[in-house]
C-alpha cells in the first residue's frame, strides 16, 4: 500500500510540474564557442505542422536521420579581419555582433559566385537578432550589414507572446549587379508542453515564424531589373531550457495556399548515416548511484577519449539547476561525485555529461525521504 501510495504522489508530482508553460530568456540560446550536433530528418510531406496548443504532447520520436552536422558558433573575432572590424562588439557600432555561424554557400551563377558565408548575431538580455552577413563575393571578402535586424527571438519568450521585425540588405557591384533584400517577421508563440524526438523528451515552448520576402534584382549588362516575391516561410520551432539551438524546426513554403514541408532539422547524437543507428559517442555508460539520491550522488561513465567534459543538472520543467565544467579529462573509467544535492527539491532531474558537440543523458531522481 505504501508503495502504491508513493507512485501516486509521484505521479501527482510529475503532472503538476508539467502543468505551467516554460520561459525563455538569452541564457536558453547558443554562445561563441558552443557546438551542436543536428539531424537533417528524411523529408515528410504529411508532418503535421498545425498541431499545438497549451499543455500539448509532440511525439516525434520517429525520425529519421538523412544526413547529420554539426554547427559551431564563433566569436566575430574568429572569423576575417574585415568582419571583425565591421561587425565588432563595440558600443554604438550599429551592426555590433557577438556570434558567428557558417552559412549555406549560393550555386554560382550568371557570373556571380557567393562562398564562404558567416551570419553574424547579437544576443541580450531582451533579444537574438541576425545583424549581418559576410560572403566571399567573386572571391572578394564582403560584409554586408542589415539595414535593420531580424529579430529571431524578443526575450522573455513566453506562450501567448508574439513580435515582428523588418529586416533587409543591398549588395552593389558596379558594372555587374545590384541586389536588395527585405522581409517581415512575424514570431508567434503559438504552443508549450512535451517534445519527444530521437534525442530524448524535453519541456518545449513552439514558435512559429511567418516570413515574408522579396528581392530587387538590376543586372547592369541588360540595363534592366527585377522585382521578385518569394513565397512565404513558415518556421515552426520546438525550443527547450538550456538547449542552445531549436530541439526541432519543421519550414515549411507557400504554394497556392498550400504549405510544402521543406526542412526537417532536429538536435540528436552522432549516427552511422549508413544504417541509421548509434555511432560510439565519446561519454560510454554512463551511470549514477545511489538512484534515488540522498545528498550525494556518484557519476561513472568511460571516456573515449581526451575531451573537455561539462555537466548539467536540469529539473522536470527543463531549469539549468546545477552546472560545473569538469576541464579536460584524460580517456578511460571516469568517477566524480556531484554534493549538495539535499537542497534541491526532491523529484526527477535530468543529468546531462556534455562534450564537443555531444551529450549524455541519464535521469536522476531526488528522495524524499531527506
Request: aromatic share 10%; with cysteine; proline share 5%.
Amino acid at each position: 500500500m505504501k508503495a502504491t501510495g508513493t507512485l501516486v504522489v509521484m505521479m501527482i508530482f510529475s503532472v503538476q510540474s508539467f502543468s505551467q508553460a516554460i520561459s525563455l530568456d538569452q541564457n536558453d540560446f547558443a554562445n561563441a564557442g558552443d557546438t551542436v550536433r543536428l539531424s537533417v530528418g528524411l523529408p515528410n510531406p504529411l508532418f503535421n505542422v498545425s498541431a499545438t496548443g497549451a499543455n500539448y504532447t509532440w511525439n516525434h520520436g520517429n525520425l529519421v536521420a538523412a544526413s547529420q552536422r554539426v554547427d559551431t558558433f564563433r566569436t566575430v573575432a574568429s572569423t576575417d579581419p574585415i568582419y571583425s572590424f565591421v561587425f565588432a562588439n563595440i558600443a554604438l557600432n550599429p551592426n555590433r555582433a557577438n556570434i558567428a555561424a557558417t552559412g549555406t554557400d549560393f550555386p554560382a551563377a550568371g557570373g556571380l559566385s557567393i562562398s564562404d558565408v558567416y551570419n553574424f548575431f547579437y544576443k541580450t538580455n531582451t533579444n537574438y537578432k541576425q545583424v549581418g552577413l559576410g560572403a566571399k563575393i567573386n572571391g572578394i571578402t564582403t560584409p554586408v550589414p542589415f539595414s535593420s535586424h531580424d529579430t529571431l527571438y524578443a526575450f522573455p519568450v513566453n506562450f501567448g507572446g508574439t513580435d515582428s521585425s523588418n529586416s533587409g540588405f543591398t549588395i552593389n557591384l558596379p558594372n555587374l549587379l545590384y541586389y536588395g533584400y527585405s522581409q517581415k517577421r512575424v514570431n508567434i508563440v503559438d504552443g508549450w508542453g512535451m517534445l519527444t524526438i530521437p534525442f530524448g523528451s524535453f519541456p518545449v515552448l513552439r514558435v512559429k515564424s511567418i516570413i515574408t520576402s522579396s528581392d530587387t534584382l538590376y543586372i547592369d549588362s541588360l540595363a534592366q531589373g527585377f522585382n521578385i516575391t518569394r513565397p512565404v516561410v513558415t518556421e515552426y520551432k520546438w525550443i527547450g531550457k538550456q538547449q542552445e539551438v531549436p530541439l526541432l524546426q519543421v519550414n515549411t513554403q507557400t504554394f497556392f495556399s498550400q504549405q510544402i514541408v521543406t526542412s526537417i532539422v532536429y538536435r540528436d547524437s552522432a549516427r552511422s548515416l549508413v544504417s541509421v543507428g548509434e555511432m560510439p559517442s565519446p561519454v560510454q555508460a554512463l551511470k549514477v548511484f545511489p538512484n534515488p539520491v540522498v545528498d550525494v550522488v556518484l557519476v561513472t561513465f568511460n571516456l573515449r577519449e581526451s575531451l573537455a567534459i561539462t555537466w548539467k543538472l536540469i529539473d522536470i520543467n527543463g531549469r539549468l539547476v546545477r552546472n560545473e565544467y569538469r576541464g579536460v579529462l584524460a580517456a578511460g573509467p571516469q568517477l566524480f561525485a556531484i554534493d549538495g544535492l539535499s537542497k534541491l527539491a526532491a523529484g526527477n532531474y535530468l543529468l546531462q555529461l556534455c562534450t564537443v558537440g555531444e551529450c549524455a543523458l541519464t535521469k536522476i531522481t531526488l528522495s524524499e525521504n531527506r
